[in-house]
């Protein structure tokens, strides 16, 4: 149980261009779910939390308008990158929390971004 | 905030040793849960152990939240078992803090 995908795995689009990240809780209802971007050799770093029908959450320094987050239901986030830059390029980490035990995490397998 | 600081920073064994990885927290924490980064990138869920003593296998961990540090145990390695090693801690349902990791090369 509590599984969380993410889909693209891998995406490169063109510099200017727009790309969505999905992540999806297969076999639960995430009331949290938090999207992470990791560098080569680091730790994750926060960017924002979502909760259900609400508005994200976001981190000091992160812009909402370039990192847009829509968690529609229960069971899906949504991450877009808008107009991507090469500095975007990253790996992208969504996780959950299911609603029946909130405290622990549990993460998708990652989306490699690359802007070209 | 909280602060995460995980040791040693990086690990080298020859399969079949143990190793003992440490995650000390800088203030008081209810939620904290150790996991494991595979070359692909997926974490992966090794233990949820906001205080006390779990085993799964060959791995354990140990949390005593009262002085703060939780331990992972790591017995009779594989070279399966290489990656990073995060511990991750949060108070109540907020959001978790990542220590920097513990990189595990474990050679044949």
């Known amino acids: 149980g509590a599984v969380v995908s993410q889909h693209p795995s891998w995406v490169i689009c063109k510099s200017g261009t727009s790309v969505k990240i999905e992540c999806r809780s297969l076999?639960?209802?995430?009331?949290?779910m938090f999207w992470y971007r990791q560098f080569p050799k680091q730790s994750l770093m926060l960017m924002a939390t979502s909760n259900e029908g609400s508005k994200a959450t976001y981190e000091q320094g992160v812009e909402k308008d370039k990192f847009l987050i829509n968690h529609a239901s229960l069971t899906l986030s949504t991450l877009t990158v808008t107009s991507a830059h090469p500095e975007d390029s990253s790996f992208y980490i969504c996780?959950?929390?299911?609603?029946?035990?909130?405290?622990?995490?549990?993460f998708g397998p990652g989306t490699r971004l690359t802007v070209t | 905030g909280i602060q995460v600081e995980q040791s040693p920073p990086d690990l080298i064994l020859q399969e079949g040793a143990n190793s003992t990885l440490r995650c000390n927290f800088s203030d008081s924490v209810n939620n904290l849960q150790w996991f494991h980064q595979n070359p692909w990138g997926q974490l992966i869920n090794l233990f949820y152990i906001p205080s006390g003593t779990k085993q799964n296998g060959r791995l354990s961990a140990t949390t005593v939240a009262t002085e703060r540090y939780s331990l992972l145990y790591i017995s009779s390695s594989q070279t399966t078992d290489s990656g990073v090693y995060f511990c991750a801690v949060s108070l109540n349902a907020g959001k978790s803090t990542f220590g920097d990791g513990t990189t595990l090369t474990v050679k044949p």
């Open positions: 076999d639960f209802q995430a009331t949290t």
């Open positions: 996780s959950a929390r299911a609603w029946d035990s909130p405290y622990e995490q549990y």
